[in-house]
């Protein structure tokens, strides 16, 4: 069996009658969703984890504002693609949206076993990646934070540097290390200890 892309939502009135008995078009699989900053490499990290080229990457910032949910056949989960936060030129109006659109989807969904905070390896917590860190935690779901880009942090030293600040940062906010996983989608970097824990674990969602 493979991997396979299920389909795409684009408003929160479409989450009516698609989580029936904490099915999603008859697959009663836990999901986990992915969250971070549009441009963070989410499609990226979801197509290695699938091994298969379903996300479709944008250099767009911002441009994807749907929900999309991918069979990961390997781990026997569904990955839930959540739109991407934290871009500049998207409105308040369409900020609130987002916040909307991602609370009833949390709220609708029976099955979701924990959250992936996907921040960008090189950067932060920014202040929007703590804003979404205290949305989660208010709701009380299990949350993994995933680095990304790991590559490009060229040395040893740079990245043991950056590895020290992003750890105390989230330290600050109630965050233990080892909840913490730093991969890179391009080199595969991590990506094999990410996607083992994920498929072992057996988390409840809020």
């Known amino acids: 069996m493979k991997s396979e892309f299920l389909l795409t939502l684009g408003d929160a009135s479409q989450f009516e009658g698609i989580f029936k008995n904490g099915f999603l078009k008859g697959r009663g699989e836990s999901r986990l969703a992915m969250v971070g900053r549009s441009n963070v490499g989410k499609s990226s990290l979801i197509n290695a984890l699938l ?8 250099n767009q910032p911002g441009k994807t504002r749907a929900i999309h949910f991918y069979w990961w056949a390997q781990a026997k989960k569904i990955l ?6 934290g871009y500049a030129k998207v409105s308040w109006d369409e900020r609130n949206r987002w916040e909307k659109f991602i609370q009833v989807y949390f709220e609708s969904d029976p099955q979701l076993e924990q959250v992936l905070l996907l921040l960008d390896a090189r950067h932060g917590p920014l202040p929007s990646d703590i804003e979404a860190i205290k949305f989660l935690s208010l709701r009380g779901i299990p949350v ?13 030293s740079e990245r043991a540097r950056r590895k020290k600040e992003a750890t105390q940062a989230l330290a600050d906010l109630g965050v233990s290390e080892e909840s913490t996983y730093w991969v890179s989608s391009q080199s595969g970097v991590g990506i094999k200890e990410l996607s083992k824990w994920l498929k072992d674990a057996h988390l409840t969602g809020g």
């Open 51 to 58: 091994g298969a080229r379903l996300a479709r990457t944008s």
């Open 80 to 85: 839930t693609d959540l739109p991407g936060y």
């Open 144 to 156: 993994t934070f995933v680095f990304t880009k790991f590559d490009t942090l060229k040395t040893q």
